[in-house]
């Protein structure tokens, strides 16, 4: 079956993968530059030091190489095959050091033997190398050469923004990460889906304005919210974007309150998306929905993905590769979050005009009849529930919930009513 917008997003993955990312540094430029071929982001650039909240924005980190040599003379570790090698934020070191030495620098799985680790030291300026378990257990006694070629020093944090303007002001936040370097699921899934919205919402007649963040995970979002606090009233609704492309069961992560408007929007379009799915209920860890839910912000944001946060096998290792995505769960994802977006613009309440019993549909062409707007079919139960249920009160998001029906039969029939004049 052709899937054109699967495919683009399968393709952006793939030129996106190779990159050396992180949560500063030229990884994340070369992602941005790469986003800006797409949308036309606006990149920011906020200096090492800058006071963020609570926190400060950190020295950048770059990589041009780094490998371990073994006694034999052998290239055992090399960034080059997979940037997943490198404690991602290493510090730079070119040394000639024991086996007992090296053993404690260096991350394994060993309940995924064959699988590379992605490990991260932020904040604590270390060095270190992931790899395979079996290959671990074959190092040898001897004197090892170990060199990461990387510095970490004053520079800035880069992030990326897009900002569609509709009729109001009230704002929906789409945000994902940027920061992970080459795992295809967790991240670039997020950054290929939210591009694509990105490209599809553009140069519609919106009622919200859209606000799309490209940012590093957790300093990111708080370096974002830290600068933008007069926008943050404006955000009504918002949807943190990870874990779109692989073919698990679809999961939704509600806001705090566990009832906001969102929660209840996203909840609709999956009982009626044909696919199964998980509820889960906020906890303060995962992505940047902490940020985004914490006290003094306090945002009604969910996250929609497939499987979620550190719950699928391959989570944070060479196997979130180009093989766990697919163009056809990428694609079923675009269309929850187009579903979800069609609610957000089309919900509204409205008053039936002619509320003395029911109206005679007959005599306007809509009796056991099968209407067609926007060229998807209503049926007449549909007709039967927005007019009963449209009090000026009830919304048409509610009469789904309420009917069974999902949001685009309803919204349908509540267009045909209204162009029969028997709504407003
Ligand atoms: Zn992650």
Redesign the pocket.
């Known amino acids: 079956m052709e899937n054109k917008v699967g495919d683009e997003m399968y393709s952006m993955i793939r030129t996106l993968y190779p990159i050396c990312r992180s949560i500063t540094g030229d990884g994340v430029r070369t992602t941005l530059a790469e986003i800006s071929h797409h949308i036309d982001i606006n990149i920011v650039e906020v200096a090492t030091g800058t006071q963020v909240f609570d926190w400060v924005v950190p020295k950048e980190w770059n990589i041009r190489d780094a490998y371990v040599i073994s006694p034999q003379g052998e290239k055992i570790i090399d960034f080059k095959a997979s940037n997943l090698h490198v404690l991602n934020y290493s510090v730079p070191i070119n040394k000639t050091i024991s086996l007992d030495e090296l053993r404690k620098h260096i991350y394994t799985l060993p309940d995924q033997p064959e699988w590379i680790p ?1 490990r991260t030291s932020y904040y604590n300026e270390t060095w270190g190398f992931c790899m395979a378990h079996n290959d671990y257990l074959k190092l040898e006694e001897g004197s090892y050469e170990v060199v990461i070629d990387s510095d970490l020093s004053a520079g800035s944090l880069s992030y990326g923004e897009f900002f569609i303007q509709g009729e109001s002001d009230d704002e929906v936040l789409i945000s994902c ?1 940027i920061c ?1 370097p080459s ?1 295809c699921n ?2 670039l899934s997020g950054i290929a889906l939210s591009t694509q919205l990105a490209q599809q919402l553009q140069g519609r007649k919106l009622k919200y304005s859209y606000r799309f963040l490209f940012i590093p ?1 957790t300093i990111g979002s708080i370096t974002w919210l830290s600068r933008n606090q007069e926008k943050i009233s404006k955000i009504k609704h918002g949807l943190v974007v ?1 874990c779109v492309g692989d073919e698990g069961q679809f999961h939704y992560k509600k806001s705090k309150s566990g009832d906001a408007y969102i929660d209840r929007a996203v909840e609709n379009v999956l009982n009626h998306s044909g696919h199964d799915f998980g509820l889960i209920d906020f906890y303060p860890y995962g ?1 940047d929905e902490r940020q985004y839910c914490s006290p003094g912000i306090n945002l009604d944001v969910g996250s929609l993905s497939r499987s979620s ?2 719950q699928y096998d391959e ?2 290792t060479s196997k979130d590769d180009l093989a766990l995505v697919s163009e056809q769960a990428l694609s079923e994802s675009l269309t929850c979050y187009l579903d979800v977006v069609d609610v957000l613009e089309n919900d509204q309440c409205y008053m039936n005009l002619s509320p003395m019993c029911e109206p005679q549909l007959g005599k306007r062409g809509l009796y056991r009849k099968l209407g067609a707007s926007e060229g998807r079919a209503f049926g007449e139960m549909a007709l039967l529930w927005v007019l009963n249920m449209s009090d000026g009160k009830t919304s048409l998001l509610d009469i789904s919930n309420r009917s069974g029906l999902a949001f685009p039969e309803i919204k349908n029939a509540a267009l045909a009513l209204k162009q029969a004049e028997l709504l407003q």
């Open positions: 992605y990460h992970h795992l967790d991240n995970g990870v992505y946060h550190g989570y944070h």
